[in-house]
Nanobody, 126 residues
């Protein structure tokens, strides 16, 4: 079992950048896909993107070209670099793990994610 802790959230002006970290504890981290999600007040949780165990990555259309996911298995960390931030990016951001035996890609249903961090708040406002 892998436990996750998000960090790096905060207040940023529109057009600014933030880098979130998702730090894991536990074993077999390199075999898990890690997804980033966000939830704004009154809205459903949505996937921002996901990195598979072999570094295949996919992004939501709303963040393509602005957000970048990367992973460092040696440090057990997955990063979410967020650039050109917009007020509509304001949300609590979560990371979560997914594992399907024999599958190393990055396309999962939200129900496949079984271990979640506590979230970190990102506020984009002037």
């Amino acid at each position: 079992q892998v436990q996750l802790v998000e960090s790096g959230g905060g207040l940023v002006q529109p057009g600014g950048s933030l880098r979130l970290s998702c730090t894991a504890s536990g074993s077999r981290f390199q075999y898990y896909a890690i997804g980033w999600f966000r939830q704004a007040p009154g809205k459903e949780r949505e996937e921002v993107g996901c990195v598979g165990s072999r570094d295949e990555i996919n992004y939501a259309n709303s963040v393509k070209g602005r957000f970048t996911i990367s992973r460092d298995n040696a440090k057990k960390v997955v990063y979410l670099q967020m650039d050109s931030l917009k007020p509509e990016d304001t949300a609590v951001y979560y990371c979560a793990t997914a594992y399907i035996p024999g599958y190393t890609g990055s396309l999962y249903h939200i129900s496949d994610f079984t271990s979640w961090g506590q979230g970190t708040q990102v506020t984009v406002s002037s």
